[in-house]
């Protein structure tokens, strides 16, 4: 019972394979293909999607355009029509696929059933098909297909490939649409002849001077933009010229190249192939400059940019502002450069498929860009570590190995110091964060400025404490604060005399250096008077030290 419940299971498993195969060799069926027409030429071969195509081609190179249309399903026009209508049509398709089909001659499959050998993964491979993409095509507001069907017209007639009727229906609006303008249809027999690399001679000549012009205007209106952004009377009309300039420059010259080659002159499939998605490109491209632009205008007019004004101690809430608006300004352009990417890889309809195979591809040369990439990746994760746990804000004072520095950008990818000379300082961002130093605006910037004298062994140390919070008496007390926590420390005795420490508190580390500047050179001038005037403050000098 059991063998024969295994051999039900497998006989129903088979049947079902079988009606599976079956189902997958289908093809379109009608009872009859162009009966207008008449019997097609015996040399005609519609037995594969290749051999169609390169029929169609062949014939309507040669003007047979009425033996062309049996490559096409007429099946939507009136019988009585379609021996002049096909004819009609023929010769429009062949202009349209000419000007603005990249024929894939990869996909189209040279066996009967158009089976393209690859993997059940592929939706373009390894299976039977009966319906054929050769191309998508805009036309008004969307876009449509050019295919190939195979069609089984009666009992005993073979299966062929023909031009979809979708397609045939659709061969006029197209051709008014991609076909040659007025002004091409005027131009002398030697222009609209065949060029190189499938161009017409008035492509070689129409697309430089067509160049030359776009990059004119472009100028032109960089230059209208920049003078409105630096001389406007509006603060409205400069923040429109600044953030406009490029992508506006680029727009414009995107736009005088595709209307000069869809409009005016309408190119051929091969410089549509490379135009397309070089424009598409081109208007992303200008669509995100823009956006990033508008950010950073707005951007810096909400925040303080200047790093000596951030540096303020009073300012401490405006340095977390300037360092979050310029994680915000990363964040952003980070986003708009992927939607952007996106657009593009979605977009341009040469490569369908280009940005799924970027993603899926883990090739090598993934690989290999991905290694050249990793210091800039890392560089980027980098200022987002530090624009989140802010352990340099923008404005910030520090000491970077040596130098006393004042963080004046964070880049993607490094940051920029300014040091106190006026200098700067470059330092990649990955190293900056594994690096330590000295953040002096951090927390609380009061700090205490050590301030170091030898003084004699039986230096009068009270007469110089005095001296030394006289000088602090005359600073400001806004740049020296708190004053209790001035001090005079003996720290340190040996052979050359003590060792005393004057500590300074200051209140702004931008100014502590100079007040200790100042009090330093004050305490040399007191202790050379005090000297003078017989208290014994100075060491002995190295001459009058006495001899062991």
């Known amino acids: ?304 940019s200047n790093p000596n004004e951030l540096a303020d101690p009073e300012n401490s809430h405006l340095r977390s502002m300037a360092t979050t608006i310029s994680a915000a300004r990363k964040f952003l352009i980070v986003i708009a450069t992927l939607v952007g990417t996106g657009v593009v890889l979605t977009s341009v309809d040469t490569f369908p498929n280009l940005g799924l195979s970027l993603l899926a591809s883990a090739g090598a040369l993934t690989i290999v860009l991905g290694f050249a990439a990793r210091e800039v990746l890392g560089n980027i994760l980098s200022s987002v570590q530090i624009a989140l746990n802010r352990s340099a804000r923008i404005g910030d004072q520090l000491i970077f190995e040596g130098h006393f520095c004042t963080v004046e950008r964070i880049h993607f990818t490094y940051v920029q110091l300014m040091i106190w000379n006026g200098t700067r300082l470059i330092v990649p961002v990955s190293y900056f964060v594994s690096d330590a130093f000295e953040n002096w605006s951090l927390e609380d910037p009061k700090m205490v400025r050590p301030i170091l004298m030898t003084l004699a062994q039986d230096a009068d140390v009270d007469a110089m404490r005095k001296v030394f919070l006289d000088l602090l008496e005359r600073e400001d007390d806004e740049d020296v604060h708190p004053k209790e926590r001035a001090a005079v420390r003996v720290i340190d005795q040996d052979v050359f005399g003590l060792k005393v420490r004057f500590e300074l508190p200051a209140a702004n580390p931008a100014t502590g250096w100079d007040i200790e500047c100042r009090v330093r050179e004050g305490l040399q001038k007191a202790a050379r008077k005090l000297q003078s005037e017989g208290t014994s403050i100075l060491p002995p000098k190295p001459d009058d030290m006495p001899e062991n």
């Not at 009966?35 to 290749?50: E, F, N």
């Not at 003007?63 to 029509?81: E, K, V």
Request: charged content about 20%; hydrophobic content about 50%; some cysteine.
């Open 1 to 304: 019972m059991l063998l024969l419940r295994r051999c039900l299971g497998a006989a129903a498993a088979l049947l079902v394979l079988v009606t599976l195969a079956h189902a997958e060799e289908r093809w379109f069926e009608t009872d009859a293909l162009n009966p207008g027409l008449g019997p097609p030429p015996s040399s005609m071969d519609r037995s594969t999607p290749m051999s169609s195509v390169e029929s169609f081609l062949y014939l309507t190179a040669r003007g047979h355009f009425s033996d062309a249309a049996h490559l096409l399903d007429l099946t939507d026009l009136p019988r009585a029509d379609q021996a002049t209508e096909g004819a009609k049509r023929a010769r429009e398709l062949s202009v349209v696929l000419e000007r603005k089909v990249v024929i894939p001659w990869g996909s189209l499959a040279d066996r009967p059933d158009g089976w393209l050998a690859g993997s059940n993964d592929d939706q373009a491979s390894g299976r039977v098909r009966r319906s054929l993409l050769i191309d998508r095509m805009e036309l008004d507001d969307h876009f449509v297909p050019l295919r190939l069907n195979r069609i089984k017209a009666g009992e005993n007639a073979d299966p062929v490939w023909v031009f979809s009727p979708q397609t045939v229906d659709n061969i006029p609006r197209l051709h008014e649409l991609y076909g040659p303008t007025e002004l091409e249809k005027k131009l002398p027999l030697w222009a609209r002849a065949e060029g190189f690399w499938g161009m017409y001679v008035w492509e070689v000549l129409f697309l430089p001077l067509l160049l030359i012009v776009a990059s004119i205007l472009s100028f032109l209106a960089f230059g209208f933009l920049k003078e409105m952004g630096e001389k406007a009377p509006q603060r409205w009309m400069r923040f429109l010229g600044r953030s406009f300039r490029w992508p506006a420059a680029i727009a414009l010259f995107a736009a005088v190249l595709g209307t000069g080659t869809r409009e005016v002159l309408v190119v051929s499939g091969v410089l549509d192939a490379i135009l397309n998605p070089v424009l598409v490109i081109a208007y992303v491209f200008a669509a995100t400059l823009a956006l990033v632009l508008i950010i950073d205008e707005v951007f810096d007019r909400i925040s303080k």
